[in-house]
């Protein structure tokens, strides 16, 4: 097999890599198992900041090492601490181990946040083929989401039968992942010869974004957008265990979310040419404020949380698409990297404030405070669209 029909194959195994990678049965369960361990709300909010400060000041670095030392050498890493990670949380019953356990999982997504983009955009450029990298990056999404279902469905049983199952799943999964890394191609934007310093390919690459400012406004722009919706997907979890839904129901609910993301993400880069980037970028937004008080307000809260799921799956696409065009090859799992970092850095302040509120007054007033935030935040996004140029 040549070098081009190798690259060609990393399409494919990255299709399987991003199943195996989502095929994380504990996703749905993780706060539901905790909490039937006495943990709180708020300490659960601790535990997902933790998870963020962590990657806030890991991301860059982790970035930095798969554009230095090669992509899969970084996504074969981040397998092995979810790996660890994952044994370490469901094989302890101290607060401090939850807390390390968090560490290491931040750290293998770290790991692949940016090093799984940057493998396959770089791949479709030395094919010439970077054009369809929407395309591919949608079916992807079909595949993460379609894994996703499946987990929160497994996710749900395992966890009415046993929480060890589960993560035994997850643990198995993750096990392939690590194994399957070991066939991708490293494209040619990465090469031995043109290795630098930890520093320099950081500081060169805050340069590129400090130069380009379409660049820093989508990092914004994408990440504002992914802290809300995760932020809703895991409180709406205990949300819908209070409203009496039983644990396998909640891995319904999840699987739909997912499955229609899945739909719509096969259909991004058709639906992308009819709105084009500023419809996207302005009216995707707003469909997601108007979901986010059918959560809060109406007793359709199913099915508003369905729909911010899908939006945020296309918005998640493009804006990934539009990113990946205006940075180099050898600067972009760095770059990538610093999406995820602002995206934590949000993470930090929001999440366990949601939870804070959820404690002291109830999980619905969460829920519109998330919903009158990010509608603030739709109308400041259209002030500033509007006019722009670019768009």
Known sequence: MNRLEK?????????????????????????????????????????????????????????????????????????????????????????????????????????????????????????????????????????????????????????NINYTYAYAASILAASFAVAESFFFQEPSSFKEEDKTSLFKQIRDSFKIIYKNKKVGFLIIFSSMISIFVTTIFFYFQNFIIGQ???????????????????????????????????????????????SFWGIAATKFYIFFFILANSVESIIFITTSAYINKLIPSDKRATILSMESMVFSLFMIILFPLAGKLGDLFSLTFSFYIIAILISILSIINILMLTGRKGY
């Open 7 to 159: 690259l060609k194959r990393n399409i494919k195994l990255n299709y399987l890599f991003t199943f195996l990678t989502k095929l994380d049965i504990t996703n749905g369960v993780w706060m539901i198992y905790l909490a039937s361990k006495g943990v709180s709300l708020t300490k659960l909010g601790i535990l997902e900041s933790v998870f963020h400060i962590t990657s806030f000041f890991m991301e860059i670095p982790t970035g930095a090492i798969a554009d230095i030392f090669g992509r899969k050498c970084s996504r074969i890493l981040g397998r092995f601490m979810k790996i660890i990670g994952t044994i370490l949380l469901i094989s302890s019953n101290s607060y401090i181990f939850y807390l390390l356990s968090f560490v290491l999982t931040a750290i293998s997504y770290n790991l692949e946040s940016g090093a799984g983009d940057a493998l396959v955009y770089d791949s479709l450029k030395e094919l010439k083929v970077e054009d369809s990298y929407m395309k591919v990056s949608g079916t992807n999404e079909v595949f993460f989401q379609v894994s996703d279902t499946l987990s929160l469905v497994l996710g749900g049983y395992l966890a």
């Open 244 to 290: 009496g839904y039983s644990k396998f129901s909640l891995g319904l609910i999840l699987a739909s979310a997912s499955l229609l993301s899945a739909f719509f993400a096969f259909y991004t880069h058709k639906i992308e040419r009819r709105l084009k980037e500023k419809g996207i970028l302005i009216y995707l937004p707003i469909v997601l404020s108007f």
